[in-house]
């Protein structure tokens, strides 16, 4: 979970499962300074704090990806919202993706959220072998980045 300033409730059910299934948190060193009783109450539950340093407007992106890969962690799924999904996508971390459209419509808040941090990319993210399929009145789009098929030694030029 990418929670830099531990916000995350205590009586989440996140934390009251983490006893029984592995809980990581990224988070600042910072905030553990400042908040040293919410990170402590934090792992009393069961959850590990993987606590980056001091990064000066970069990423902490690499440190987690080195911390996932250090414990043997070769897949990652990124739920999240259109900053984290940008996130990823300028280091350079994504080999498939796979979004899903509902027939709705967001209204207010909501609308003017969606794009913000895919529309402050500045490049291109090209998706190849891209499969769209439906349920019901859901359309599931899926597609492989240049890094995956460079990672299977595959030229698509």
Same mark, same amino acid.
Do not use: W
């Given at each position: 979970?990418?929670?830099?300033? /531990?916000?995350?409730?205590?009586?989440? $059910?996140?934390?009251? *499962?983490?006893?029984?299934?592995?809980?990581?948190?990224? *988070?600042?060193?910072? *905030?553990?300074? +400042?908040?040293? $009783?919410?990170?402590? $109450?934090? %792992?009393?539950?069961?959850?590990?704090?993987?606590?980056?340093?001091?990064?000066?407007? $970069?990423?902490? !992106?690499?440190? =987690?990806?080195? +911390?996932?890969?250090?414990?043997?962690? #070769? +897949? /990652?799924?990124?739920?999240?919202?259109? #900053?984290?999904? %940008?996130?990823?996508?300028?280091?350079?971390?994504?080999?498939?993706?796979?979004?899903?459209? %509902?027939?709705? !419509? /967001?209204?207010?808040? &909501?609308?003017? &959220?969606?794009?913000?941090?895919?529309?402050? =990319?500045?490049?291109?993210?090209?998706?190849?072998?891209?499969?769209?399929?439906?349920?019901?009145?859901?359309?599931?789009? #899926?597609?492989? *980045?240049?890094? %995956?098929?460079?990672?299977?030694?595959?030229?698509? #030029?």
């Amino acid at each position: 979970m990418l929670d830099s300033h /531990l916000r995350i409730p205590l009586d989440s $059910q996140l934390l009251k *499962t983490a006893n029984k299934t592995p809980v990581l948190i990224l *988070t600042s060193e910072q *905030t553990v300074r +400042q908040n040293p $009783q919410i990170a402590e $109450q934090v %792992a009393k539950k069961g959850a590990e704090l993987l606590v980056f340093g001091d990064i000066s407007g $970069q990423s902490n !992106l690499p440190f =987690l990806m080195e +911390q996932l890969s250090s414990r043997g962690i #070769t +897949q /990652l799924l990124v739920e999240g919202g259109p #900053t984290v999904i %940008a996130s990823f996508i300028k280091e350079n971390l994504v080999d498939e993706v796979c979004v899903y459209i %509902a027939p709705k !419509l /967001l209204g207010g808040l &909501g609308a003017a &959220g969606i794009n913000k941090g895919i529309a402050e =990319l500045n490049k291109v993210l090209e998706l190849h072998y891209v499969s769209v399929k439906t349920f019901d009145d859901d359309i599931h789009i #899926t597609g492989l *980045t240049n890094n %995956a098929l460079e990672s299977i030694g595959i030229n698509e #030029t």
